[in-house]
């Protein structure tokens, strides 16, 4: 048998790999769904799929010309999208091979460049289904669905491929310093063309956008921006990627496919031909990967972070008491387990937004007004969204079942303090918000006339909202104990249809049981807040809200000792609940 | 230190020459060296953190060292990765498999990716004897961690690797597995396999090793027949391995480094 006889046989047996997966992985699902459980969550999740795809509703993707405001966007998020992996992105893009294929590939007679084909290839299991999804969702569009489809694909594809030439040249240059960035010399150079005539092009475009605003058409003013020929310079391949699916006519398409399909090509041959080690940091990243995985279902106990995480320490105080310790304990696997890239990027984000809009804006104080609004809307969301994202709680315990029934404490207490990790971590958030919100954002308002009005909204606010939050992670955390099966427990994050079908029910399950629990606080102490303010202006809201935090606290306490109960009568999670956290 | 084979018996297995791996600033393995030819078993000790890991992954082609060559039955791995993992198997001790290929689909997989051509004739027998064959159809998740381990042995040996990268061979295994595990590295040595197994269990280095590698803080301590080593420190006559394991890397070596 010749070399390339044997090379292709090689990459033939990779290539089965990915289809007997895919073929094994759908039998499995097929099985699953034979169960009352995912039988229900499949149909919720396809009911959401078609309620959202419904053409009846008029769902339909305009996509308007070549030239149309639209396709300028998409191609600016796009670029702001690419620009992101490049500062900010993750290594583990790139990296992301399994323990398995660090040890069954890694050491198998496979070529560097095969072993990278491979992973192309396998994310095609990832991105064929997303064409179709995104086709399902765009519903009705110009063009064949042929065509629709090559031009999702197109955009998808080179997409992953340069965000895993993105990570490859960033693992290069993080492995072999100097000579890595060398290596890599000609994608760096175009990528620092793309910045300097990005920042040359905002630059000149800064007075226009100045006097627009002055003349009170911001939204004309940025349109104008996007449209100017340096702009639609800079976004150059971005158009050209997206060309294909703004194309109106089957001819133009054709015109728009080719060169974007160039781009595809090329960027398969520089992920191809790069000749990055990323084998070393494949292995680490799996290991760790396969450790988490371990942790979620509650077979390891060491953490699963980065050095950068392991240096987050928090202090416990020698004498704390069991439930002072839990606390910790969750603060400080949260502090361990987030993405501190994705903080960091946003804080970012948001210093370049705000350093653009001090450039931009006439009175500088406009700013402050504006972050004040964005500190009280964030404040509020968290409110409702707080209890779903944090989740340093029973949720993240309870695989850990065994070992927490062990703890000499009593179930009750338990649920308290599991509960109290998560508040302290959202209240964390939330009360610095509402005072920048308060400090920033000036009295003269259709709310509130002056400081002492808004003061009190402020006290009131500070009196609901962790109350508030504190009943809607009990509801999160009764799911947890309740209904195991139904609450995603770890830190997994489950996939497929049947997964989205299982979030929405338990959405509107918790829902529904919050406004029940809300209903009775809710009504006293807003009738008592609406008598309030009739006699004694906003500061009669503040009595009306204690009254309803004492009645939530109260609920909260019921409840908890309640749940405790059920906690010390827990002997076990369902086995398929603890395997699918894995 | 360095020991040496004749050419001939090193080309047939496993040789490496200052092998250096640094993680940043912290050297993991520091210039070591040692050849394992065909029916040889090393055993390699050290104790935790000494680079044993990183020296059998550096062996079995998962990540390249910093300076330093390894041939695999005479191919240089960082040059001739195809041919020199060819004839490479590595056993880890913690098996990781395909999660959605089964016991019979992993072996014919691997089959495919290392060429054996008369794979239909050799997985019956190898499953007979890892005592496979009534799981052949499940998947992974659906194995004990026992069986997960011979899975994973079935893999290595299927095609006939000429060196073969053992870690912790014996972890998971019920006692009769064990001992079918034994007889099989000393079997593998005997037709001409070169060796390279690592473990705490100094008995069972003891039991089969031909020779010795002892490293502590990624460098080389002692190389050799356990005879040979004692022969070079008088003070270890009369001592069992254990206790020349712990002289050679306790206080003592903490105190030397």
Known sequence: MTQHTESRGRFAALTWLIARGVVNRTVRRARRARQPRYALALIAGIAYFWFIANPRRGASFTVGGADSTAYLVYALGLAVLVASWWLFGSDEVALNFSVAEVQLLFTAPLTRRQVVAFKLLQAQIVILPSVLFSLVILGRASGSIVERAVSLWIIYTTLYLHRVGASLVRESAAEHGASGLRRHLGAIIVVAAAAVAVIWGVSTQIPALRAGIAAGNTLGAAIAILHAPVSKAVLYPFRLLLAPAFAPSLGEWVRAAWPALLLVAAHVIWVLRTDAAFEEAAATNAARRAVAIARRAGRATMPAARGVRRRFRLKLPPRATPAVAIVWKNITALGRTMAIRTVIAICVAIVIALVFLNQVMPATDRVSVLIGRIALGVTLMLVVAGPLWVRNDLRLDMLQLEVLRSLPVRGATLVRAELAAALVTLAAVQVPMLLVGYALTPPKNPITASWSGQTALLVTLLVVVPVVSALGLLVQNAGALLFPGWVRLGLARPGGIEAVGQGMLTMFGSLVVLTVCLAIPGALGGALAIWGVSHAGLWGLVPGAMLGAVLVAAELWWITAWLGRVFERTDDIPDETAANAA | ?257
Not at chain 2, 76 to 98: G, M, N, R, T
Not at chain 2, 132 to 141: F, G, N, S, V
């Open chain 2, 1 to 257: 230190m360095t020991d040496s084979l004749p050419p001939a018996a090193a080309s047939a297995g496993i040789e490496v020459r200052g092998l250096t791996k640094l993680y940043g600033d912290l050297t993991a393995v520091s210039n070591l060296s040692f050849t394992v030819g065909a029916g040889e078993v090393l055993g390699l000790v050290g104790p935790n953190g000494a680079g044993k890991t990183t020296t059998l992954r550096s062996l079995s082609g998962i990540i390249r060292p910093t300076s330093g060559t390894i041939h695999i039955a005479g191919h240089d791995l960082a040059a001739q990765p195809v041919p020199a993992k060819s004839a490479l198997a590595f056993i880890p001790d913690e098996p990781h498999l395909f999660e959605y290929l089964s016991v019979d689909e992993h072996l014919q997989f691997i089959a495919r990716l290392y060429g054996v051509a008369d794979a239909a004739q050799r997985i019956p027998p190898l499953l007979a004897e890892l005592e496979l064959t009534e799981k052949r159809d499940a998947l992974p998740t659906e194995l004990s961690r026992g069986m997960r381990q011979k899975l994973a042995i079935a893999c290595g040996l299927l095609h006939d690797p000429k060196a073969l990268v053992l870690d912790e061979p014996l972890t998971g295994l019920d006692p009769g597995g064990m001992r079918r595990m034994k007889a099989t590295i000393v079997a593998r040595a005997r037709e001409g396999a070169a060796v390279v197994l690592s473990s705490h269990l100094l008995q069972l280095v003891e039991e089969l090793c031909t020779r010795i590698l002892i490293i502590y803080g990624g460098r080389t301590v002692a190389i050799g027949k356990i005879d040979d080593i004692i022969a070079d420190r008088p003070q270890l006559a009369g001592l069992g391995l254990e206790d020349i394991f712990l002289a050679l890397t306790g206080d003592g070596a903490r105190a030397a480094q």
